[in-house]
């Protein structure tokens, strides 16, 4: 979810603003950043992507994501917000090409909107990396600790984990601006902390709707579901 509250003399944007943080602060967001997509693209799945042929896919969801994330709606004067779409993207390609997917999609935006690149790290970071981590770890530990069936997939997969998510990523964009100094917790939780609950719904409906229609018609595209796991037997 991009966060925009900004200062009154300043223009809401969608995303963090860097100059709300500290070099330190924007200098950790960058080595972190670069060591997570670093990552990425040393574990993700290229040669299956390519025998699977879902390089169109992949790309396509990149574009997609990229007009979603230009898409933002205004809550009230300094508070704007996008829909994440990334829950959707970590169970269809896996965390790290969720990862490479979101990064592209970040870097699309800046260049449409010619925006400040000191801050491409921070928000890739919180708004791209930390959201995809969450739901590849909700992904395991359902796996771990709810039965295998399709219901619970989309449901709980699909729809609560891209709510929570969306939710999620709106406090830690607050507590975010509450660390850096920028604003009090007073200050938010009169404007904007409110709101966050708002996110879950239409977070939830869009991520989930697509994991619907995925396992329901490409199957194949899903890395994460299978046929044999959450229908047969069951």
């Given at each position: 979810?991009?966060?925009?509250?900004?200062?009154?003399?300043?223009?809401?944007?969608?995303?963090?603003?860097?100059?709300?943080?500290?070099?330190?602060?924007?200098?950790?967001?960058?080595?972190?950043?670069?060591?997570?997509?670093?990552?990425?693209?040393?574990?993700?799945?290229?040669?299956?992507l390519?025998?699977?042929?879902?390089?169109?896919?992949?790309f396509?969801?990149?574009?997609?994501?990229?007009?979603?994330?230009?898409?933002?709606?205004?809550?009230?004067?300094?508070?704007h917000?996008?829909?994440?779409?990334?829950?959707?993207?970590?169970l269809?390609?896996?965390?790290?090409?969720?990862?490479?997917a979101a990064?592209?999609?970040?870097?699309?935006?800046?260049?449409?909107?010619?925006?400040?690149?000191?801050?491409?790290?921070?928000n890739?970071?919180?708004?791209?990396?930390?959201?995809?981590?969450?739901?590849?770890i909700?992904l395991?530990?359902?796996?771990?600790?709810?039965?295998r069936?399709?219901?619970v997939?989309?449901?709980?997969?699909?729809?609560?984990?891209?709510?929570?998510?969306?939710?999620?990523?709106?406090?830690?964009?607050?507590?975010?601006?509450?660390?850096?100094?920028?604003?009090?917790?007073?200050?938010?939780?009169?404007?904007?902390?409110?709101?966050?609950?708002?996110?879950f719904?239409?977070?939830?409906?869009?991520n989930?709707?697509?994991?619907?229609?995925?396992v329901?018609?490409?199957?194949?595209?899903?890395?994460?579901?299978?046929?044999?796991?959450?229908?047969?037997?069951?």
């Open positions: 979810m991009g966060l925009v509250h900004q200062a009154p003399r300043r223009r809401p944007r969608m995303s963090l603003d860097p100059a709300l943080f500290s070099s330190t602060t924007t200098w950790a967001a960058l080595v972190l950043y670069l060591l997570c997509l670093g990552l990425a693209l040393w574990l993700a799945p290229w040669r299956k390519l025998a699977a042929r879902l390089t169109h896919v992949f396509g969801a990149t574009l997609v994501l990229m007009f979603l994330w230009q898409m933002e709606t205004q809550v009230q004067p300094g508070l917000y996008h829909l994440l779409g990334l829950t959707a993207l970590t269809v390609f896996s965390w790290s090409l969720a990862v490479v990064s592209l999609a970040l870097l699309g935006v800046y260049l449409n909107a010619s925006m400040a690149w000191d801050g491409f790290a921070l890739a970071l919180v708004g791209a990396v930390l959201p995809i981590t969450l739901t590849q909700a395991v530990l359902i796996r771990r600790y709810l039965p069936q399709f219901f997939y989309v449901l709980v997969n699909g729809f609560l984990t891209a709510g929570l998510v969306g939710v999620g990523m709106g406090y830690m964009a607050a507590w975010l601006l509450v660390g850096s100094g920028a604003y009090t917790f007073a200050e938010l939780s009169q404007t904007v902390l409110p709101f966050f609950p708002l996110m719904l239409p977070e939830a409906m869009l989930g709707w697509i994991m619907v229609i995925l329901a018609f490409r199957p194949e595209w899903v890395y994460s579901f299978s046929d044999e796991q959450y229908l047969k037997g069951k």
